[in-house]
DNA sequence: TATTGTTATACTCTATAACTATA
DNA sequence: TATAGTTATAGAGTATAACAATA
């Protein structure tokens, strides 16, 4: 009854599957009133403790600037404190209740990974990381 | 050098490569003035003419609200013009300048599609779309 | 001179609630 | 009573330019 020129699209496809399961992964992540970024940051701070906001940005692909908000509201939530390397440069730590939070997410994050995962037929699953891979410059 | 427990989750690869891959192709579309779901509308009236405004917001994923400041939009660009329906629904048109908008935006999307396409290894290839179209529900 | 963190600002996309005019 | 379009508003992510303090 319509013709959708835009669901042959790869690029729209990606967005469109983007935009869905993100809202999805944030809603699952509210009640511990974590944006999906911020998740993602505490996770990446579990494993690497002391990387500084640049580099936490440069991992993330979020930019110097977005950073400082970014690491404010963490730290405003008491998740993450500032431990000063010299005097332009700091060191970003979980705290006690950082690292409960990220312990949360994680398995928020990680049961709806498998989830999606679990949605993509078997067929195509194994290809599908490595094709983003190689669009996610 | 770090470890960074990010890259292998599906759901984070996905929104990394889709904004990654809109970025790159909102640039292409900036000299046209247009932008991302500007040009994917204007393709979606180029197949579907007299669409509602609400019609296109389901088949976008766009909501009806969300709708208002769009289309207006595209109105005051002079690229689509409203034909009323009946007193409380209006079919979409394009005008035309807005048919010569869309066969530019067409030109460079399809482009730049092939060229997302190009980038995934062979493997690969034939299972991305599928598999994004498991996901975006 | 280059880098880290910062301020200020703007734009795009998405989300929610409530209103109006009409069917 | 349900629907199309609308208003108003907020939040999240992204982008750019410019600045201060420090290395």
Redesign the pocket.
Same mark, same amino acid.
């Given at each position: 009854m319509m013709r959708d020129p835009l669901i042959d699209l790869p690029g729209y496809a990606l967005?469109?599957a983007a935009?869905a399961t !993100?809202?999805e992964l944030?809603n699952l992540l509210k009640p511990l009133d974590l944006?999906? !970024?911020?998740a993602s940051a505490l996770m990446l701070l579990g494993e690497n403790p002391g990387l500084? !906001? !640049?580099?936490i940005?440069e991992v993330?692909?979020?930019?110097? &600037?977005?950073?400082?908000?970014?690491?404010?509201r963490l730290e405003a939530a008491g998740l993450i404190e500032?431990d000063p390397?010299?005097?332009?440069?700091? &060191?970003?730590l979980l705290t006690e209740s950082g690292e409960a939070k990220r312990q949360e997410a994680h398995r928020i994050v990680n049961e709806y990974e498998q989830s999606l995962m679990d949605r993509v037929p078997a067929a195509h699953r194994d290809h599908l990381l490595p094709a983003l891979r190689a669009l996610w410059v």
């Open positions: 967005r469109r935009t !993100s809202g944030a944006r999906l !970024s911020e500084t !906001s !640049s580099r940005g993330m692909g979020i930019q110097r &600037a977005n950073m400082v908000p970014f690491i404010a500032r390397i010299d005097g332009r440069t700091q &060191a970003i």
